[in-house]
């Protein structure tokens, strides 16, 4: 290519189209054909008729159902409220009965409801559907925490781009100092949406706040470490992270047993659920499950810690031996000055924000 000028900008053109086809394979492929994977479900009944009737509903559904049966309904309330089943079917020759829990997942109630009302209609009875954890009145479908996620998300990793493209002079030390305080006024705007603003949370607003640090720290640590080595593709990677694979993989949406295997296991450790499910554990569920989902947050920020303390002593030892060994190159041939090229690292940042 012979315009200089023109490789240039079709080289700055890669980031907006590589983000073009990240977000559709991540966003199409997690959330345009939401169909059972092994939901997990159970059947009430402890009578041979129940297990024969579970082992039906399970060899008509094949992969799409996973079927246990439970001897009471309180047993299967308890699974409900562990997240263990996304519904518990009560057979009954004159009420059915569907028990379900939205607040874990809306969409998931909604898939045992289309699984199980044509059972009961098959025996000319109407189903009875019970919700033995409903979302707050003020997130009626309870994908409010999602939207939260993205909120906190992208205060976070856009804070990123601009520690990186401003603060690139300063001291990794005070880089990281930064970093941890922008989380805290993150996390702070987040437990203020989720409080008072939108009322998502009507308690435990410290401990949305805490959920909120320790995932906003945990990005920012690992963005500040990675634009040491990746410098103008570092808001890319983190968008790829932090949104493609993070917000399709969260199960605010649809939980893992509505998607593919691929977002399925990427929900088991990634920081997006850990936040989300941290947060039903902790406005829904009574605490169940929060210590792993908690886990799950401080190992990303302790690796973002790793990864910067790497960034640190690689600005330390490894840029001056390099600059040190680097030919000077001569006036006439010299590469664009630093500002400019600081510039479009800025600007790159920019569009990819």
């Not at 129940?50 to 009471?72: E, I, N, S, W």
């Given at each position: 290519m012979r315009s200089p000028a023109l490789r240039h900008v079709l080289m700055h053109l890669i980031t907006p189209l590589l983000m073009c086809l990240g977000m559709g394979l991540a966003y199409m492929g997690a959330f345009v054909t939401p169909e059972p994977h092994h939901l997990p479900?159970?059947?009430?009944?402890?009578?041979?008729?129940?297990?024969?009737?579970?082992?039906?509903?399970?060899?008509?559904?094949?992969?799409?159902?996973?079927?246990?049966?439970?001897?009471?309904?309180?047993d299967a309330v308890g699974l409900l409220r562990s997240r263990e089943v996304t519904g518990a079917y009560v057979p009954s020759t004159r009420a059915p009965e569907l028990l379900v829990a939205s607040a874990a997942s809306d969409m998931g109630a909604t898939a045992v409801e289309k699984v199980f009302t044509p059972v009961a209609a098959a025996e000319g009875l109407p189903l009875t559907v019970t919700d033995v954890a409903e979302p707050v009145a003020d997130d009626p479908t309870g994908q409010g925490l999602f939207f939260l996620l993205i909120a906190v998300s992208i205060g976070s990793y856009a804070s990123v781009a601009a520690l990186g493209a401003a603060g690139a002079g300063l001291a990794m030390r005070v880089r990281a100092l930064l970093a941890v305080g922008v989380a805290a006024v993150v996390s702070g705007i987040g437990a203020v949406l989720?409080?008072?603003?939108?009322?998502?949370?009507?308690?435990d607003l410290a401990g949305v706040w805490g959920m909120a640090w320790l995932y906003s720290a945990g990005i920012l640590v690992v963005g500040v470490g990675l634009h040491t080595f990746l410098k103008r593709w570092t808001t890319l990677t983190m968008m790829v992270l932090f949104v493609m694979l993070n917000f399709t993989s969260s199960g605010g949406l649809f939980r893992p047993e509505l998607q593919n295997g691929f977002f399925g296991t990427l929900h088991a450790f990634w920081n997006g659920a850990g936040f989300v499910e941290g947060l039903r554990s902790l406005l829904y569920f009574d605490g169940d499950g929060l210590a792993r989902h908690v886990w799950t947050l401080a190992v990303w920020l302790l690796a973002g810690a790793v990864l910067t303390a790497a960034a640190a002593l690689y600005e330390r030892t490894g840029r001056p031996h390099r600059a040190a060994a680097?030919?000077?190159p001569e006036p006439e041939r010299d590469a664009r000055p630093a500002a400019t090229e600081e510039a479009e690292e800025e600007l790159e940042e920019t569009v990819a924000v």
């Open positions: 479900v159970a059947v009430v009944g402890s009578a041979p008729k129940a297990k024969v009737f579970a082992q039906t509903v399970k060899d008509t559904a094949g992969d799409r159902l996973d079927v246990r049966t439970v001897a009471t309904r309180a989720a409080g008072p603003v939108f009322h998502l949370a009507h308690h680097r030919p000077r």
